[in-house]
């Protein structure tokens, strides 16, 4: 009884405390909220600060400190936190936030200590990776993109953060902003891809799904920028390693989607394992506190990575933990995941005067502040409603938007004598590959929560449609074993003893539909590769049933752009499927066989070869940009490979055709600062369907030299056959222009190009000058 009196005490004082500040009129802090009209934030702001003044220095510290739970791992276990010592932890209110615990019942456990038994009965802010979904997965988020749909992704975040939210969740770890042109990488399939204009749409797009119009509502949950700054530039794209780019690359490409993401409203930011410019960016200065939360203003907090702030030790950064714990809280990471090292050292590091206690107070004020926007002191447990979590939980709504998400993030890559649709009548179907019965693959990696087995195979989508006769085989195994999550992925490299039974069905088929790729588990985090074909021995797979029948749909699954060059020349029809979550297999038959005509654009170049990567359609010309005479090495190529990607950004074919013209540029700069393109989008096929108009810029030269091609805008049209659209796309100075080297947004004079089309090669284009 006493314990729980505590708390109700602590908001009756707030209560008191905040109603005597809203009334006064003359409390210089109060001007200024009131005068941005928010005073709902006024009222929290004073909140935090009547707690703050009853917290004691190693309470306040507490609320920097996030625990993993008990079960669930999402990096390399910790030598310290055993349970005892997390819950003492929690009874004295030395923990802020705890991640990978989820579920009402086991949320509650752990909110149940930190409000009923702790002294001041702070709740705790419950952290999880809900990355494309809790239970319900969606497509994972580079599959997502290639919809270019904003308002399906929003929809799917917000989808993700209801199931999310009903388990207790109060934040995930998401949207992971980070550019990548290097699909080595296994974490591209986190992000939105290779472009930095999609990926601040995108971005935007996500925070607003997780975070809804109001956080304190119970199906919203806060979101998390991810990973601040420049992970997905980590040499060789080997993970964590080491970024090393310029001030331009970092103004012009990396910060743009965090800027969004800002700017939409994102609560919180997390920073990231790889360091830059030799500082790990956990205890970079220069990122979090001048660039986030001095020049952007941002009043949210910043969670380290999974023990980053320990590993400042193995970067070579600090000397010991102590110095760690210091450099990132001097350098502005407010929350410590998993290094046990602000709960250890901090109050310490105060004491002897190497932190400064305004760094704690300020940290604690960021944490309070997104708990009071979450409603976390208004009712600690209004998350944890055991009736609401069975009702949501992998519910029916929950279902069919994830079916819609993954059809619209389908690309169909090529369809040569319009294989597909597939006839629904009389056909033969020979179906081929591991993953096309695989029902946990198509969870891919992030799927802590999702029960394996729980995803729509090939096989069961194709399955729906009874005029067709199918047969399946294996052919042979992608991997060997279960993969997990936190194991290294066998691949069979040796095994062919099923192809036999593939070739003869294959013989038999009228068509046969391949399913290859990379299993769920091989890309994500840690799982970076070297080579970027099929994996395995799918490659020699294809060419055998290629042998029997040429009739071939290869339906790709994977995380990453993969090298298909010898599909591309010989296999008349590819779609490329990701994993694309539980509802996988409905989503491939519909579009196989038509009921949903493909819209999907590539968010990331296909290589033709690993050794071209990291490969990007917004590259810099160089000085020898093309062939000088015949024969003549003297210029920017490979000797063994063109330089231009498979397939490019932004390609994505459609069961109807489309055809671009009639471009216009209004240039209205000089006045309205202006420049108005406007193009004709024509269905010139069969079908109904929809295009993604996509509209590119070069600026011709500069004090400082931009891409041969930027994306500054594109819209999705659907339209009917023989239906016309005129569509308009408005450039302004934010399209127009670039950061110098200066750190200054400029737009310079001079002489401009605009592209408009299907994809980046888009060649309808027209000149303007500023
Ligand atoms: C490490 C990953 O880099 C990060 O993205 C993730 O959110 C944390 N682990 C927590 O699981």
Redesign the pocket.
Known sequence: MKKVAIPLLVCLLIVIISCKNENNSIDKDLAINSSTANTKVTSIEDKVSALLSKMTLEEKIGQMNQYNGFWDL??PAPKEGDAAKKYEHLRKGYVGSM??VRGVKEVRSVQKIAVEESRLGIPLII???V?HGYKTLTPIPLAESASWDLAAIKTSAEMAALEASASGINWT??P?VDISRDARWG?VM?GAGEDTYLGSKIAEARVKGFQGEDLSTSNTIVA?A??FAA?GFAEAGRDYNTADIGISTLNNVVLPPFKAAKDAGVRTF?N??NELNGIPATGDKYLQRDILKEKWNFDGFIVS??GSITEMIAHGHAKDGNHAAELAANAGSDMD??SYLYVNELAKLVKEGKVKEAVIEDAARRILRVKFELGLFDDPYKYLDEAREKEITGSKALNDAALDMAKKSIVLLKNEKQLLPLKKEGQKIAVIGALASDKTSPLGSWRIAAEDNSAVSVLEGLSAYKGNTITYAKGADVVIGEPNFTTEVKINTTNKTEFGKAVTIAKNADVVIMVLGEHGFQSG?GRSRTELGLPGVQQELLEAVYKANKNIVLVLNNGRPLTINWADQNIPAIVEAWQLGTQSGNAIAQILYGDYNPSGKLPMSFPRDVGQVPIYYNYKNTGRPSLPGPDVVFWSHYQDEKNEPLYVFGHGLSYTTFKYSNIKVKNSYKGSKEVTVSVTLTNTGNYRGKEVAQLYIRDMYASVTRPVRELKGFELVELNPSESKNIEFVLTEKELGFFNNQNEFIVEPGDFKVFVGGDSKANLELKFTL
Request: hydrophobic fraction near 40%; aromatic fraction near 20%; include cysteine.
């Open positions: 999402t990096g991640l990978n952290g999880f990776d990355i770890f998401a992971m974490r986190e998390c991810k990973h992970y997390m990231s394992f990575d999974w995941m998993e985090e």
